[in-house]
């Protein structure tokens, strides 16, 4: 059992994928200008990973190394497909503002990482608490730098007003305030880490 939740756990912060792998990050800053698309984001994800990991762990033993790399991407693809179809059916407006990014889930490098590294090596069971760890780091990790961003950007949390106009500061909303407050979570995560550590080795 303790094995089973270092692994759930590894990736809300001591393997997280934004903070500590550094892959990903294309998306983290292009869409967490509004809290919504920060969530939507990584509950796509979350899906797409989760699911893809289980799919490949299930059948690894009969994956030929030579087509591991084209099957994984065929697997991945499908469940991109059908978080976009989903999106764009249900949610269009959100699917609209979330643009390319959501079909550029199948490439990118944390799913196919986790696939190649993780999914293909252990078992279902593993596999799947691996995924949601995962998943979830990077949902939270989205979900503070898009209320943050949004909060001081724009001065509203899923388009309410808390702050009015005139107090709010540009800066956050563009690409160079995605980069500072993902910088100020980096910074964070390190401080806790080294304390944690320090706690440990008192």
């Not at 469940?79 to 059916?89: P, S």
């Not at 800066?171 to 407050?181: E, I, L, M």
């Amino acid at each position: 059992m303790k094995q089973k939740l270092k692994i759930f756990t590894n990736g809300l912060l001591a393997e997280n994928p934004l903070l500590v792998l550094m892959i990903g990050l294309c998306s983290s800053l292009a869409v967490t200008q509004e809290l919504a698309n920060g969530i939507s984001m990584g509950l796509s994800m979350t899906f797409v990973l989760v699911m893809s990991e289980l799919i490949i762990s299930l059948f690894r033993k009969l994956i030929p190394d030579s087509v591991r790399i084209p099957v994984f991407i065929i697997v991945i693809a499908s469940f991109t497909t059908i978080v976009d179809l989903l999106m764009q059916a249900f949610l269009p407006a959100l699917s609209e503002a979330m643009g390319v990014f959501i079909p550029l889930i199948v490439v990118n490098c944390i799913i196919m990482g986790r696939v190649e590294s993780f999914a293909s090596k252990n078992c279902p069971s593993d596999a799947l608490l691996d995924g949601l760890g995962m998943g979830l780091g990077y949902t939270w990790v989205l979900c503070g730098i898009s209320l943050i961003r949004e909060l001081l950007g724009s001065g509203t949390i899923f388009r309410f007003r808390i702050i009015p106009e005139a107090y709010t500061i540009g800066f956050f909303t563009k690409a160079p305030g995605g980069f500072f407050v993902f910088g100020l979570f980096i910074a964070i995560s390190i401080a806790v880490k080294a304390a944690m550590k320090k706690e440990v080795t008192k």
